[in-house]
């Protein structure tokens, strides 16, 4: 049996990971598009997809950085702390550099090419020599072809996303504030490093200096030594309304794309690899065929909740945007007051850790 994946980015490499541990033989077929792995971007990984990680797919222990807490702000709020989620272990959720993480995944997966369990190819053959193709790339012919009806939405935003030098602090709170421009989240990433994501509205063209004064008038807890280059693009959001054509099936962001406010495409991506490597698992098992079942089975077992996932962290981009243009701080005291049950607390925590659980 032989699977083949289309792309380069860290969906394919993670998943061709947990493949290979499968013993299933793929063959991972490289963008036309040089892949481009942002330098100044992190990934934030919650706990229980970490555990996943390190058991089924690479042992990420020695690139990432845990954090403890994290804390949300809204400016309509005085600057008043409206929420605070964090763990009782030392490690709410953990953050990642996305290249650090990519020449990991990367580099496992070269060390595995002398046991033929994983090739490299430039060109695709023939996608009929495939029991399964999984795609990740939006720019080849099977996503324009089979992959084009998505349910899209546009924020009129762009994310810049840098990382700031600081002098050493302990760094294991991770904060969000809901700016007037839009969400301004720290993530540290060391005890002298902390990235960055500020997600602005109306802002084509916003030049940088503009952007360094904004984050320097909001923080207030790094002495900041130097900020690196920005990068910057725009904001969508889309969901793929079929994930399958026969025995190819859509992948990571092709799949799913969400804003990144709450840290959690990557994460969604993760609970799909586990669920997929499931359905193949259970499949070899019981001595059956990999083949199209496997792509309606998972669309079966997965859609919905990612679509209702989904449409949890699109609320939560209308609420607080909504908070914005109301400028009224009854809102977020409403919010105040919920997240102060324990509860209510736990119950969210626990979905940004585990998805929807049910
Ligand atoms: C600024 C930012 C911060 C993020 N932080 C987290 C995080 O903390 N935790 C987490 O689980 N996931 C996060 N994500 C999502 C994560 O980066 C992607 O899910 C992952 O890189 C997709 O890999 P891929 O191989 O499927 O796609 P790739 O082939 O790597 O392509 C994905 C492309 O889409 C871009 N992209 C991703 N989301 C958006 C969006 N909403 N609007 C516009 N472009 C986008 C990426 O920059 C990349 O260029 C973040 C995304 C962005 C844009």
Redesign the pocket.
């Known amino acids: 049996m032989r699977v083949c994946i289309l792309?380069?980015?860290?969906?394919?490499?993670?998943l061709a990971n947990a493949m290979v541990n499968e013993n299933i033989c793929v063959d991972i077929l490289l963008?036309q598009k040089k892949?481009?792995?942002?330098k100044s971007?992190?990934?934030?990984?919650?706990k229980s997809?970490f555990d996943f990680f390190n058991q089924n797919i690479i042992n990420i222990e020695k690139i990432i950085w845990k954090i403890k807490k994290i804390e949300i702000f809204t400016e309509n709020f005085n600057g008043e702390k409206i929420l605070n989620f964090g763990s009782s272990s030392d490690q709410l959720?953990s953050?990642v550099k996305?290249i650090n993480l990519y020449d990991v995944l990367h580099k496992n997966l070269k060390s595995k090419k002398n046991q033929k369990k994983i090739k490299f190819n430039k060109k695709l053959s023939n996608i009929k020599n495939y029991d399964l193709v999984i795609n990740?790339?939006?720019s080849n012919s099977l996503t324009k072809k089979f992959f084009n009806k998505r349910i899209v939405k546009t924020?009129n935003s762009f994310?810049?996303?840098t990382i700031i030098n600081h002098q050493e602090i302990k760094n294991d709170v991770a904060m969000q504030i809901f700016t007037k421009k839009g969400p301004l989240?720290f993530?540290p990433i060391s005890k002298n490093y902390t990235s960055i994501?500020y997600?602005v509205h109306n802002s084509k063209n916003q030049i940088q200096e503009s952007i360094i004064d904004l984050i320097k008038y909001y923080n207030t807890k790094y002495k900041i030594k130097k900020i690196t280059d920005f990068?910057n693009?725009?904001?969508?959001?889309f969901f793929l309304r079929s994930y399958y054509n026969k025995n190819i099936l859509a992948?990571?962001?092709?799949?799913h794309?969400?804003?990144?406010l709450?840290?959690?495409?990557?994460?969604?991506?993760?609970r799909d690899v586990k669920i997929l490597t499931e359905i193949i698992r259970e499949k070899l098992s019981l001595g059956l065929p990999i083949d199209h079942s496997v792509n309606k089975q998972f669309e079966k077992k997965i859609k919905h909740k990612n679509y209702i996932f989904s449409n949890g962290i699109e609320l939560i981009h209308e609420f607080f945007n909504f908070e914005r243009k109301f400028n009224n701080p009854f809102l977020s005291q409403s919010v105040q007051l919920i997240g102060k049950n324990r509860s209510v607390n736990k119950f969210f925590t626990k979905i940004a850790d585990e998805g929807l659980i049910f």
Do not use: C, W
């Open positions: 792309g380069s980015g860290l969906s394919a490499l993670t963008s892949h481009i792995i942002n971007r992190t990934i934030g990984i919650s997809n959720f953050t996305n990740t790339d939006y924020y994310a810049y996303s989240a993530l994501v997600s990068e693009f725009e904001l969508k959001s992948f990571g962001d092709l799949l794309r969400i804003h990144p709450a840290g959690q495409g990557f994460n969604m991506t993760i």
